[in-house]
């Protein structure tokens, strides 16, 4: 059981938007910044998204990110075939004193 | 170009111990925070354990805590693992993360533990 919620799975046709919700609390998303990752089959997970809605350099900006309270999502606009792949949001969690991550979501394009 | 290289991972029985270790080049090593994250077969991601870049502040999960100990040497451009006691919940590809937004990753290195 995951201290940060996410839908197990997304899908979308290619040009479409798709989004993914990360729900937390107080003491995660609440209070502190929101990552998101992006894992392709067979690969490590890349850095998507940092501080809640910043791109490193090279994340094309088809991805974005935000956060309201206690959650923040994921949007992927234009969707492509390259973007299936499972997606993780994070954040440090005051009271546990570590980082927690969603159980992931996997977006498959149709 | 960043890089971090894990190594060290293997076949080990339950109650055993393994070191990881995870070389890093092309940045400043010394000045960045460091972690370890796991991934099970099949599984999602979980943080393992945090340090900063003096060793100042070390973080772990509770499911490791006690078992596992994280450190670095910064004069060698590495960071550590050191797992004992090691259980079949363990198994899991252990990747080195930088920073606080681990913005890199290495490849990971496959730990197994089974009997």
């Known amino acids: 059981q995951s201290v940060l919620t996410q839908p197990p799975s997304a899908s979308g046709t290619p040009g479409q938007r798709v989004t993914i919700s990360c729900s937390g609390s107080s003491s995660n998303i609440g209070s502190n910044a929101v990552n998101w990752y992006q894992q392709l089959p067979g690969t490590a997970p890349k850095l998507l998204i940092y501080?809640?809605?910043q791109r490193p350099s090279g994340v094309p900006d088809r991805f974005s990110g935000s956060r309201s309270g206690t959650s923040a999502s994921l949007a992927i606009s234009g969707l492509q075939s390259e973007d299936e792949a499972d997606y993780y949001c994070a954040a440090w969690d005051d009271s546990l004193s570590g980082r927690v991550f969603g159980g992931g979501t996997k977006v498959t394009v149709l | 170009e960043v890089q971090l290289v894990e190594s060290g991972g293997g076949l080990v029985k339950p109650g055993g111990s393994l070191r990881l270790s995870c070389a890093a080049s092309g940045f400043t090593f010394s000045s960045y925070n460091m972690n370890w994250v796991r991934q099970a077969p099949g599984k999602g991601l979980e943080w393992v354990s945090s340090?900063?870049?003096?060793?100042?502040?070390?973080y772990y999960a509770d499911s490791v805590k006690g078992r596992f100990t994280v450190s670095r040497d910064n004069a060698k451009n590495s960071l550590y693992l050191q797992m004992n006691s090691l259980r079949a919940e363990d198994t899991a590809v252990y990747y080195c993360?930088?920073?606080?937004?681990?913005?890199?990753w290495g490849q990971g290195t496959l730990v197994t533990v089974s009997s």
């Open positions: 340090i900063s870049s003096s060793t100042s502040y070390i």
């Open positions: 993360a930088r920073d606080n937004i681990w913005d890199y």
């Open positions: 501080s809640n809605n």
